[in-house]
């Protein structure tokens, strides 16, 4: 259950992200859009939400704490 917490947490910390860009580019302020894309929060966002991802797929447990043991 922490799994599916934090990866909710980091879902929408995202989505707050991408409000922030999105109010950037209504104003046309494309130069700081671009920053915030490409070195600021929007980056460190989805950065965060794919280290869960990769950390998760690499240890062998799924997002319940537990080992598939048969078949689908």
Do not use: P, V, W
């Not at 989505?15 to 460190?44: C, P, S, V």
């Amino acid at each position: 259950m922490k799994y599916a917490t934090q990866t909710q947490e980091a879902l929408d910390r995202l989505d707050q992200a991408l409000a922030q860009l999105r109010g950037l580019i209504k104003r046309g302020d494309q130069k700081e859009a671009l920053h915030f894309m490409e070195e600021g929060a929007l980056k460190e966002r989805f950065e965060e939400l794919q280290n869960m991802i990769i950390i998760s797929g690499t240890s062998g447990l799924g997002s319940r704490g537990i080992t598939q043991t048969g078949r689908l």
